[in-house]
């Protein structure tokens, strides 16, 4: 079993995927969606808000009028569109939100503590979780079906609800509960990168008992990778792989090793 999940940033492919993924079995994709969510966002005047925690964490503030613009672009339009495109190249793929099934999810939390102009503050009245229950049996009846899950948040609340995750810590989570072998995580940057404005900085390996230490290099959205990487292999995963998107053949290079690879 192998997870592979693609990001959801301008520049990342899913055209470059869809040739590796005809000659895969035994797959589960998990995808982003925060570049349409921010087109979306701009047209609907409903700007996108994003809080950075006290460890450096950026996020998505979700009020429940972001989560609703959120469900139109993740599960409406990414979500549609990649499943249409895979159907179309002969992957029996199936669309799934978090929520159809109860595949994901978690505790919606109370407050959140961000930093913003130097200063500690609490917000309340964000929709947000981590998922900490998967529908592996729901996933499973699927691929013993032949169906190719394709999944993306939102997830639903442990008590009622639909609560914004985030994708690369979701998919660690499928692939620990699924016990995959492999973890493939593809975005718009090459893996970690020791300068983030230089690719050929490239960190080609990380000894799992490694990874705190190399989370200084990560910036921005990588953050929450290395996170999940970290979360993927403490979950049992044996190999966590960061890679482009923007390649041919993006999965089979970094499955030959491509990228950044925790094992």
Same mark, same amino acid.
């Given at each position: 079993?192998?997870?592979?999940?693609?990001?959801?940033?301008?520049?990342?492919?899913?055209? &470059?995927l869809?040739?590796?993924?005809?000659?895969?079995?035994?797959l589960?994709?998990v995808?982003?969606?925060s570049h =349409?969510?921010?087109?979306?966002?701009?047209?609907?005047?409903?700007?996108p808000?994003?809080?950075?925690?006290?460890?450096?964490?950026?996020?998505?503030?979700?009020?429940?009028?972001?989560?609703? &613009?959120?469900?139109m672009?993740?599960?409406?339009?990414? &979500?549609?569109?990649?499943?249409?495109?895979?159907r179309? &190249?002969?992957?029996?793929?199936?669309?799934?939100?978090?929520?159809?099934?109860?595949?994901?999810?978690?505790?919606?939390?109370?407050?959140?503590?961000?930093? =913003?102009?130097?200063?500690?503050?609490?917000?309340?009245?964000?929709?947000?979780?981590?998922?900490?229950?998967?529908?592996?049996?729901?996933?499973?009846l699927?691929?013993?079906?032949?169906?190719?899950?394709?999944?993306?948040?939102?997830?639903?609340?442990?008590?009622?609800?639909?609560?914004?995750a985030?994708?690369?810590?979701?998919?660690?989570?499928?692939?620990?509960?699924?016990?995959?072998?492999?973890?493939?995580?593809?975005?718009?940057?090459?893996?970690?990168?020791?300068?983030?404005?230089?690719?050929?900085?490239?960190?080609?390996?990380?000894?799992?008992?490694?990874?705190? =230490?190399?989370?200084?290099?990560a910036?921005?959205?990588?953050?929450?990778?290395?996170?999940?990487?970290?979360?993927?292999?403490?979950?049992?995963?044996?190999?966590?792989?960061l890679?482009?998107a923007?390649?041919?053949?993006?999965?089979?290079?970094?499955?030959?090793?491509?990228?950044t690879?925790?094992?």
């Amino acid at each position: 079993m192998m997870v592979v999940k693609i990001g959801g940033a301008v520049g990342t492919g899913f055209e &470059n995927l869809v040739e590796d993924l005809k000659d895969m079995d035994d797959l589960i994709l998990v995808h982003g969606g925060s570049h =349409e969510m921010n087109i979306l966002s701009e047209r609907l005047d409903n700007p996108p808000r994003f809080v950075t925690s006290p460890s450096g964490h950026v996020s998505r503030f979700t009020d429940r009028d972001t989560l609703e &613009n959120l469900m139109m672009a993740y599960s409406g339009k990414v &979500n549609k569109t990649m499943v249409e495109t895979m159907r179309l &190249n002969g992957i029996n793929a199936l669309g799934l939100t978090g929520m159809d099934g109860g595949l994901l999810k978690g505790k919606k939390k109370d407050t959140i503590r961000i930093v =913003e102009n130097g200063k500690k503050k609490v917000l309340r009245g964000d929709n947000t979780g981590r998922v900490d229950h998967v529908n592996t049996g729901l996933l499973r009846l699927l691929a013993d079906n032949g169906y190719v899950p394709v999944i993306t948040i939102p997830i639903e609340a442990t008590v009622g609800g639909a609560l914004n995750a985030d994708a690369d810590r979701a998919a660690a989570a499928v692939a620990s509960a699924m016990e995959a072998d492999t973890l493939v995580i593809l975005s718009n940057v090459p893996g970690l990168l020791r300068d983030m404005n230089d690719p050929d900085s490239l960190i080609p390996t990380i000894p799992k008992n490694h990874i705190e =230490e190399h989370m200084e290099f990560a910036q921005g959205r990588m953050k929450k990778k290395v996170l999940g990487a970290r979360e993927a292999i403490d979950g049992g995963v044996a190999r966590v792989i960061l890679a482009s998107a923007n390649v041919d053949r993006p999965l089979s290079r970094a499955l030959k090793g491509e990228g950044t690879v925790i094992s």
